[in-house]
Protein backbone atom coordinates (compact mmCIF):
# COMPACT_ATOMS: atom_id res chain seq x y z
CA UNK A 1 0.00 0.00 0.00
CA UNK A 2 0.62 3.45 -0.86
CA UNK A 3 1.76 5.06 2.93
CA UNK A 4 0.41 8.66 3.60
CA UNK A 5 2.88 10.56 5.36
CA UNK A 6 1.81 12.65 8.12
CA UNK A 7 3.14 16.87 7.33
CA UNK A 8 3.50 19.98 10.06
CA UNK A 9 0.43 20.84 8.26
CA UNK A 10 -1.37 17.58 9.22
CA UNK A 11 0.35 15.73 12.06
CA UNK A 12 0.18 12.30 13.28
CA UNK A 13 -1.15 12.76 16.66
CA UNK A 14 0.98 10.86 19.24
CA UNK A 15 -1.07 10.86 22.85
CA UNK A 16 0.73 10.32 26.32
CA UNK A 17 0.25 10.71 30.03
CA UNK A 18 2.43 14.04 30.84
CA UNK A 19 4.65 12.58 33.64
CA UNK A 20 8.28 13.31 32.55
CA UNK A 21 8.67 9.53 31.68
CA UNK A 22 5.46 9.31 29.55
CA UNK A 23 6.91 12.50 28.14
CA UNK A 24 10.25 10.93 27.80
CA UNK A 25 8.85 8.16 25.57
CA UNK A 26 6.89 9.88 23.68
CA UNK A 27 9.45 11.81 22.17
CA UNK A 28 11.45 8.58 21.58
CA UNK A 29 8.76 7.14 19.57
CA UNK A 30 8.35 10.57 17.86
CA UNK A 31 12.07 10.55 16.99
CA UNK A 32 12.22 7.13 15.80
CA UNK A 33 9.43 7.64 13.14
CA UNK A 34 10.46 10.82 11.56
CA UNK A 35 14.09 9.02 11.42
CA UNK A 36 12.36 6.28 9.73
CA UNK A 37 10.70 8.60 7.14
CA UNK A 38 13.15 11.37 6.91
CA UNK A 39 10.44 13.87 8.13
CA UNK A 40 10.49 16.79 10.25
CA UNK A 41 9.32 16.53 14.00
CA UNK A 42 6.87 18.61 13.89
CA UNK A 43 4.99 16.12 11.72
CA UNK A 44 4.23 14.66 14.76
CA UNK A 45 2.73 16.09 17.55
CA UNK A 46 2.60 15.13 21.49
CA UNK A 47 -0.83 15.51 22.67
CA UNK A 48 -0.78 15.09 26.69
CA UNK A 49 -3.85 13.89 28.01
CA UNK A 50 -4.89 13.62 31.80
CA UNK A 51 -5.23 10.14 33.43
CA UNK A 52 -6.86 9.07 36.40
CA UNK A 53 -4.03 7.48 37.28
CA UNK A 54 -1.86 10.64 37.72
CA UNK A 55 -4.25 12.52 40.28
CA UNK A 56 -2.13 14.50 42.61
CA UNK A 57 -4.97 13.59 45.34
CA UNK A 58 -4.88 9.74 44.90
CA UNK A 59 -0.76 10.27 44.72
CA UNK A 60 -0.63 12.47 47.60
CA UNK A 61 -2.49 10.39 49.39
CA UNK A 62 -0.53 6.94 49.03
CA UNK A 63 -3.50 4.83 48.40
CA UNK A 64 -2.61 1.21 46.84
CA UNK A 65 -3.81 0.55 43.31
CA UNK A 66 -6.02 -1.92 44.29
CA UNK A 67 -7.95 0.28 46.18
CA UNK A 68 -8.53 3.08 43.62
CA UNK A 69 -9.09 0.78 40.38
CA UNK A 70 -6.61 -1.32 38.32
CA UNK A 71 -3.96 -0.56 35.57
CA UNK A 72 -6.79 0.97 33.41
CA UNK A 73 -6.49 4.25 35.54
CA UNK A 74 -3.23 4.98 33.55
CA UNK A 75 -4.56 4.05 30.12
CA UNK A 76 -8.61 4.48 30.04
CA UNK A 77 -8.56 8.39 29.29
CA UNK A 78 -5.57 8.20 26.44
CA UNK A 79 -7.74 5.04 24.81
CA UNK A 80 -10.80 6.44 25.20
CA UNK A 81 -9.45 9.56 22.91
CA UNK A 82 -7.79 6.94 20.25
CA UNK A 83 -10.94 5.51 19.73
CA UNK A 84 -12.35 8.95 19.07
CA UNK A 85 -10.10 9.69 16.66
CA UNK A 86 -8.51 12.71 19.12
CA UNK A 87 -5.17 10.98 18.99
CA UNK A 88 -3.87 8.55 15.97
CA UNK A 89 -1.72 6.40 18.50
CA UNK A 90 -1.08 6.14 22.13
CA UNK A 91 2.50 5.30 23.85
CA UNK A 92 2.37 3.02 26.88
CA UNK A 93 5.08 1.85 29.40
CA UNK A 94 3.84 -1.85 28.94
CA UNK A 95 4.18 -3.28 32.20
CA UNK A 96 1.12 -0.58 33.03
CA UNK A 97 -0.75 -2.25 30.30
CA UNK A 98 -3.75 -4.80 30.71
CA UNK A 99 -3.70 -7.65 28.42
CA UNK A 100 -6.57 -7.23 26.90
CA UNK A 101 -6.95 -4.06 24.78
CA UNK A 102 -10.85 -2.17 24.12
CA UNK A 103 -12.67 -3.21 20.95
CA UNK A 104 -11.44 -1.83 18.04
CA UNK A 105 -7.55 -1.05 19.48
CA UNK A 106 -4.48 -3.06 18.64
CA UNK A 107 -0.91 -3.30 20.35
CA UNK A 108 1.17 -4.57 18.34
CA UNK A 109 4.19 -2.09 18.17
CA UNK A 110 6.88 -2.30 20.59
CA UNK A 111 10.11 0.04 20.56
CA UNK A 112 13.56 -1.64 21.85
CA UNK A 113 13.62 -3.24 24.94
CA UNK A 114 15.32 -1.07 28.06
CA UNK A 115 17.56 -2.38 30.56
CA UNK A 116 14.36 -4.73 32.55
CA UNK A 117 16.10 -4.57 35.96
CA UNK A 118 14.36 -3.25 39.00
CA UNK A 119 16.85 -0.89 40.81
CA UNK A 120 17.36 -0.25 44.54
CA UNK A 121 17.68 3.44 45.35
CA UNK A 122 18.90 4.70 48.59
CA UNK A 123 21.07 7.48 49.24
CA UNK A 124 23.46 5.72 51.72
CA UNK A 125 22.89 1.81 51.10
CA UNK A 126 23.54 -0.16 48.12
CA UNK A 127 21.21 -3.02 48.40
CA UNK A 128 18.83 -4.83 50.33
CA UNK A 129 21.54 -7.00 51.76
CA UNK A 130 22.31 -3.64 53.87
CA UNK A 131 18.82 -2.78 54.85
CA UNK A 132 18.98 -3.20 58.72
CA UNK A 133 16.11 -5.11 60.22
CA UNK A 134 12.88 -3.09 60.53
CA UNK A 135 14.26 -1.07 57.60
CA UNK A 136 11.62 1.49 55.87
CA UNK A 137 11.09 0.59 52.09
CA UNK A 138 9.08 2.83 50.11
CA UNK A 139 6.89 0.86 47.40
CA UNK A 140 3.44 1.05 45.50
CA UNK A 141 4.61 -2.00 43.64
CA UNK A 142 2.67 -5.47 45.12
CA UNK A 143 5.20 -7.34 43.38
CA UNK A 144 8.18 -5.81 44.61
CA UNK A 145 6.13 -5.80 48.20
CA UNK A 146 5.60 -9.50 47.90
CA UNK A 147 9.15 -10.09 46.71
CA UNK A 148 11.00 -8.25 49.34
CA UNK A 149 8.23 -9.53 52.39
CA UNK A 150 9.62 -12.97 50.83
CA UNK A 151 12.54 -12.55 51.42
CA UNK A 152 12.88 -10.06 54.21
CA UNK A 153 10.01 -10.51 56.66
CA UNK A 154 11.56 -8.16 59.06
CA UNK A 155 11.35 -4.83 56.61
CA UNK A 156 8.61 -2.27 56.86
CA UNK A 157 7.37 -1.66 53.86
CA UNK A 158 4.78 1.75 52.95
CA UNK A 159 2.99 2.88 50.16
CA UNK A 160 5.09 5.12 47.58
CA UNK A 161 2.92 6.31 44.88
CA UNK A 162 4.11 8.73 42.05
CA UNK A 163 6.08 9.70 39.47
CA UNK A 164 10.21 8.66 39.53
CA UNK A 165 10.18 12.70 40.49
CA UNK A 166 7.91 12.33 43.16
CA UNK A 167 9.30 8.90 45.22
CA UNK A 168 12.68 10.26 44.72
CA UNK A 169 11.20 13.73 46.81
CA UNK A 170 9.97 11.44 49.08
CA UNK A 171 13.07 9.24 49.48
CA UNK A 172 15.01 12.42 50.11
CA UNK A 173 12.48 13.73 52.95
CA UNK A 174 12.98 10.45 54.81
CA UNK A 175 9.91 8.47 54.07
CA UNK A 176 11.76 5.42 53.86
CA UNK A 177 16.19 3.60 54.08
CA UNK A 178 14.94 2.98 50.55
CA UNK A 179 12.78 2.46 47.01
CA UNK A 180 13.14 0.90 43.85
CA UNK A 181 12.48 2.13 40.39
CA UNK A 182 13.14 0.73 37.04
CA UNK A 183 16.44 0.84 35.82
CA UNK A 184 14.84 1.57 32.63
CA UNK A 185 12.87 4.79 33.31
CA UNK A 186 15.67 5.99 35.09
CA UNK A 187 17.88 5.46 31.97
CA UNK A 188 15.30 7.02 29.81
CA UNK A 189 15.11 9.87 31.90
CA UNK A 190 19.31 10.42 31.38
CA UNK A 191 19.12 10.24 35.80
CA UNK A 192 22.56 9.11 36.03
CA UNK A 193 22.79 11.00 39.08
CA UNK A 194 20.83 9.00 40.83
CA UNK A 195 22.35 6.54 43.46
CA UNK A 196 20.85 3.01 42.28
CA UNK A 197 22.04 -0.25 42.00
CA UNK A 198 20.23 -2.58 39.46
CA UNK A 199 19.07 -5.62 41.28
CA UNK A 200 20.04 -8.95 39.45
CA UNK A 201 16.75 -10.44 38.10
CA UNK A 202 17.64 -13.84 39.98
CA UNK A 203 16.90 -11.67 42.96
CA UNK A 204 14.25 -10.00 41.89
CA UNK A 205 12.23 -11.51 39.04
CA UNK A 206 10.82 -8.26 37.06
CA UNK A 207 7.19 -6.83 36.48
CA UNK A 208 5.81 -8.61 33.36
CA UNK A 209 7.09 -6.43 30.32
CA UNK A 210 9.39 -4.00 32.06
CA UNK A 211 11.29 -1.78 30.11
CA UNK A 212 9.21 -2.05 26.73
CA UNK A 213 7.51 1.12 25.23
CA UNK A 214 3.88 -0.14 23.39
CA UNK A 215 2.44 1.48 20.66
CA UNK A 216 -1.72 1.54 20.61
CA UNK A 217 -3.62 2.27 17.55
CA UNK A 218 -6.83 1.97 16.07
CA UNK A 219 -7.35 -2.02 14.56
CA UNK A 220 -8.71 -0.35 11.59
CA UNK A 221 -6.24 2.47 10.99
CA UNK A 222 -3.93 0.47 7.87
CA UNK A 223 -1.75 3.35 7.08
CA UNK A 224 -0.63 4.20 10.74
CA UNK A 225 0.01 0.59 11.01
CA UNK A 226 2.04 0.64 7.87
CA UNK A 227 4.03 3.83 9.46
CA UNK A 228 4.51 1.78 13.10
CA UNK A 229 6.06 -1.30 10.86
CA UNK A 230 9.36 0.81 10.28
CA UNK A 231 10.08 1.24 14.12
CA UNK A 232 8.46 -2.06 15.55
CA UNK A 233 11.05 -3.96 17.51
CA UNK A 234 10.78 -7.94 16.53
CA UNK A 235 12.34 -9.30 19.57
CA UNK A 236 10.70 -7.27 21.84
CA UNK A 237 7.55 -8.32 20.12
CA UNK A 238 8.85 -12.02 20.56
CA UNK A 239 9.74 -11.71 24.86
CA UNK A 240 6.33 -9.45 25.35
CA UNK A 241 4.16 -12.18 23.82
CA UNK A 242 5.10 -14.93 26.21
CA UNK A 243 5.29 -12.34 29.52
CA UNK A 244 2.23 -11.36 28.45
CA UNK A 245 0.33 -14.85 28.00
CA UNK A 246 1.56 -15.92 30.91
CA UNK A 247 -0.18 -12.84 33.01
CA UNK A 248 -3.21 -13.30 30.99
CA UNK A 249 -3.45 -17.03 32.08
CA UNK A 250 -3.16 -16.38 35.26
CA UNK A 251 -5.65 -13.46 35.27
CA UNK A 252 -3.17 -11.02 36.39
CA UNK A 253 -4.12 -7.82 37.79
CA UNK A 254 -3.09 -5.28 40.48
CA UNK A 255 -3.95 -7.43 43.13
CA UNK A 256 -2.11 -10.07 41.84
CA UNK A 257 1.71 -10.06 42.31
CA UNK A 258 2.98 -11.30 39.35
CA UNK A 259 6.63 -11.05 38.05
CA UNK A 260 7.86 -13.04 34.51
CA UNK A 261 10.70 -12.49 32.08
CA UNK A 262 11.60 -13.43 28.53
CA UNK A 263 15.12 -13.34 26.86
CA UNK A 264 16.44 -14.97 23.48
CA UNK A 265 18.86 -16.81 23.16
CA UNK A 266 19.72 -17.92 19.21
CA UNK A 267 16.18 -19.12 18.37
CA UNK A 268 15.60 -20.44 22.04
CA UNK A 269 13.07 -18.32 24.34
CA UNK A 270 13.65 -18.89 27.73
CA UNK A 271 10.70 -17.68 29.44
CA UNK A 272 10.47 -17.31 33.47
CA UNK A 273 7.96 -16.71 35.77
CA UNK A 274 7.09 -16.35 39.33
CA UNK A 275 3.53 -15.85 41.22
CA UNK A 276 3.49 -14.90 44.95
CA UNK A 277 1.52 -13.95 47.93
CA UNK A 278 0.60 -10.63 48.44
CA UNK A 279 1.98 -11.09 52.02
CA UNK A 280 5.16 -12.63 50.80
CA UNK A 281 4.14 -15.55 52.55
CA UNK A 282 4.32 -18.04 49.65
CA UNK A 283 5.95 -17.93 46.35
CA UNK A 284 5.94 -19.99 43.52
CA UNK A 285 7.85 -19.85 40.15
CA UNK A 286 9.35 -22.23 37.13
CA UNK A 287 10.75 -22.06 34.09
CA UNK A 288 10.51 -22.81 30.08
CA UNK A 289 12.85 -22.93 27.14
CA UNK A 290 11.72 -23.56 23.43
CA UNK A 291 10.73 -21.79 20.10
CA UNK A 292 10.68 -18.49 19.97
CA UNK A 293 7.55 -18.83 17.67
CA UNK A 294 5.58 -20.72 20.30
CA UNK A 295 6.81 -18.20 22.60
CA UNK A 296 2.91 -17.39 23.61
CA UNK A 297 2.41 -21.30 24.32
CA UNK A 298 4.70 -21.41 26.60
CA UNK A 299 3.74 -18.53 28.73
CA UNK A 300 0.35 -20.56 29.14
CA UNK A 301 2.13 -23.66 29.61
CA UNK A 302 4.33 -22.17 32.32
CA UNK A 303 1.23 -20.28 34.01
CA UNK A 304 -0.57 -23.22 33.83
CA UNK A 305 2.06 -25.19 35.84
CA UNK A 306 2.63 -22.78 38.25
CA UNK A 307 -1.24 -22.65 38.78
CA UNK A 308 -1.15 -26.34 39.51
CA UNK A 309 1.71 -26.20 42.10
CA UNK A 310 0.03 -23.50 43.51
CA UNK A 311 -3.32 -25.41 44.53
CA UNK A 312 -6.62 -24.20 45.05
CA UNK A 313 -5.46 -22.89 48.52
CA UNK A 314 -2.58 -20.53 47.45
CA UNK A 315 -4.84 -18.01 46.07
CA UNK A 316 -7.09 -17.85 49.17
CA UNK A 317 -6.50 -14.29 49.48
CA UNK A 318 -8.77 -12.84 46.62
Not at 163 to 185: E, I, M, P, S
Not at 205 to 221: H, K, T
Request: with cysteine; charged share 25%; hydrophobic share 40%.
Amino acid sequence: MNVRLPSPQNPLNIGTRGSPLALAQAHETRRRLAEAFDLPRDAFEIVVIKVMGDDRSMVAADRPLKEIGNKGLFTREIEEDLLSGKIDIAVHSMKDMPTLQPDGLLLDTYLPREDVRDAFVSPGLAGIADLATGATVGTSSLRRRAQLMHRRSDLNIVEFRGNVQTRLKKLQDGVADCTFLACAGLNRLGMSDVPATPVDPDDMLPAVAQGAIGIERRSDDNNTAALLEAIHDAPTGQRLAAERRFLLTLDGSCETPIAALATLDGATLHLRGEVLRPDGSDAISGQLSGAIADGARMGEDLANDLLKQAGKGFFDWH
